[in-house]
């Protein structure tokens, strides 16, 4: 089921052929997370590998988002809200990269999971992070990589955190197809998410290790 979740998107089907997969996923019981993860991330990424190969093009990529964003608002109510915490995230996508899908997917399942996320958007400057930070006093910083381009200025943002003194402060994810556990521990940042799910796990583990 999950696979033609997948397929349906990759292949851009009529959203109501999407939603009806969905619908009858749910009515098997099958995790809205799997659906998002297994399903959605899965089927983005064969749209953008149609895209490297030169398959599709940017119209289809707009397209596979609006899709994206269709179905999104209909399993959102399906997370469950969780009761809102204290605990506050600063997403954002590093200079020099605009993409956001994961991103976006991230912080869906953050917000439902209870956290206050503030989203800065795509290709962001890494002095911004830095000054987001001081002003909300965030628990967590999410950064989103997924270009291989990117993971320098990933370091950047590490190195400005350390200069102004609140890289202690906070604990640093990165997420994205650019960034691994290996990156992780040579930059120095407390965990690489390599999906969504695990981003929102390793938010929950650090609220809970602080409580």
């Known amino acids: ?101 994961g991103k976006n997917i991230f912080k869906l399942m953050a917000e439902s999971a209870g956290f206050q996320v503030e989203d800065l958007g795509v290709d ?19 950064l989103s990589c997924l270009l291989t381009t990117g993971l320098p200025e990933v370091n950047i943002v590490v190195d400005k955190l350390n200069q102004a003194k609140i890289r202690n402060n906070l604990k640093v994810l990165i997420g994205g197809n650019a960034v691994s556990e290996k990156f992780a521990r040579q930059i120095g940042v407390d965990a690489a998410a390599l999906d969504a799910v695990q981003g929102v796990e390793f938010c929950r583990r650090v609220i809970k290790h602080e409580a």
């Not at 799997?34 to 590998?49: A, F, M, N, P, T």
């Open 1 to 101: 089921m999950l696979e033609d979740i997948s397929s349906a998107l990759v292949e851009l089907s009529d959203p109501q052929k999407l939603q009806d997969l969905i619908n009858l996923a749910l009515s098997q019981n099958i995790p809205v997370s799997d659906i998002i993860e297994k399903g959605l991330r899965s089927g983005l990424q064969g749209v953008g590998r149609k895209y490297e190969e030169g398959e599709y093009f940017l119209s289809e990529l707009l397209f596979a988002a609006s899709i994206l964003d269709q179905v999104m608002q209909t399993l959102k109510p399906r997370l469950g809200m969780q009761t809102q915490t204290r605990a506050r995230i600063l997403l954002g996508t590093v200079r020099g990269d605009i993409h956001d899908i």
């Open 124 to 142: 962001v400057d890494p002095e911004r992070f830095v000054q987001e930070l001081t002003r909300l006093k965030a628990d967590i910083l999410g």
